[in-house]
């Protein structure tokens, strides 16, 4: 019984993920779309690649030049007059700085008879950077480092990227004037703001210098001189050469999931497409609701769905990612039950540094771990959520999936 519904959870996720393939939302967005004659290519973002794929089957000869960047192991081979790179992620590393400096040069020169091609998608503020007022990229890497392990959101990560790039912020929109730019984005940040998705390279700034200073302080990040300097430094509140689109999100990915569960007899509700918080504490939360609600009826299959974007604040020395971690802990809730299963994975195919997208759990998965000589109470205090999964058969692994717009999160009973 248990592993028929692993089985459904797994084809569930694998479905939603199908509906929300950049190449489809790609093409639906340039379906309407004016651009001039000559088209210059942009893709940032882990999907990059995919949606680069998607352009140039759409608009073909009328792509001039292009380049983008992508993470490690994200593209999938050449694409016709397309420069690709693959850089670091969720740190920036040296190829980072070699893709973003390919970027302007190829836009520098961009007028405004052309259209600026802009492909974002999540991880592009890794992906592509070029620090302000000359900083050392490693300043920047460890700040992102030094937020990441604090749990800092989204929101304020971006916020203090922003401030310190010479691309974020809008400021990569007034490097292409006069050359418009249409953006394509699938969005991987609650809310779908703009501005935060990908640290909004081609986006008016509504934050500012003071707000960028304020997450540093909440957060006890120790200041130098020039990092303190280029924080000061304001990005443009105002552009008028780009317009924008929303192709694909976690509420899109939800409604496929809710529709490829009842597809499969299961009476489905989406909680909630705006999860966030603490990790662990989604994943108990999750499991008592599905505790509540699910398995209390032999005649009825009942699924709940939750999408978003957990954070994890690191105490440990362990491996594992957000989702996994959400996994680990509804395992310890669930622990026993008898027909209750939970997934919980990134839709980019890759959860944290890791090679496993995410989790799959049921009432035997904390067992499986103490049965094999382990603690999974120490494993999750250790951030070590990875190997615990790993000794329960309980990781899932798709591979790198072509598309990022959050997190999922499905309960099966």
Known sequence: MLGHIRRD????????????????????????????DEIILIGIGKA????????????????????????????????????????????????????????????????????ILFLVSGGGSALFEKPAHRLPIRFLSDITSRLLLSGADISELNTVRKHLSSVKGGRFAVHCMPAAIFQITLSDVLGDRPDMIASGPAVPDPSTSGEALAVIKKYKIPLSPEIESALRSETPKSLDNVSFEIAGNVTGLCRAAKIAAEKRGYISEIVTDRLDGEARLA??????????????????????????????????????????????????????????????????????????????????TWGKIRSVSYDPVEMLENNDSYNALELAGALLKTGPTGTNVNDLVIALG
């Open 283 to 364: 994943g108990y939360m999750a499991a008592e609701r599905a505790l509540d609600e699910l398995g209390k009826s032999a005649e009825a299959k009942r699924c709940l769905i939750w999408g978003g974007e957990t954070t994890v604040k690191v105490k440990g020395s362990g491996k594992g990612g957000r989702s996994q971690e959400v996994a680990l802990a509804a395992a310890e809730k669930i622990s026993g039950s008898g027909n209750i299963v939970i997934l919980s994975a990134g839709s980019d195919g890759t959860d944290g540094p890791t090679d496993a997208a995410g989790g799959i759990v049921d009432g035997l």
């Open 48 to 115: 990059s690649w995919t949606m680069a794929k998607a352009a140039t089957e759409v608009l073909d000869q009328r792509i001039v030049s292009g380049a983008i960047v992508t993470k490690y192991g994200h593209s999938e081979g050449s694409l016709p007059g397309i420069k690709i790179f693959e850089a670091g992620h969720p740190l920036p590393d040296s190829n980072t700085l070699k893709a973003t400096e390919k970027i302007l040069e190829i836009t520098r020169q961009a007028g405004k008879d052309q259209t």
């Open 9 to 36: 959870a797994a084809e569930i996720f694998r479905e939603a993920l199908l509906e929300m393939l950049p190449d489809r939302a790609v093409k639906r967005s340039l379906a309407n779309a004016r651009l001039r």
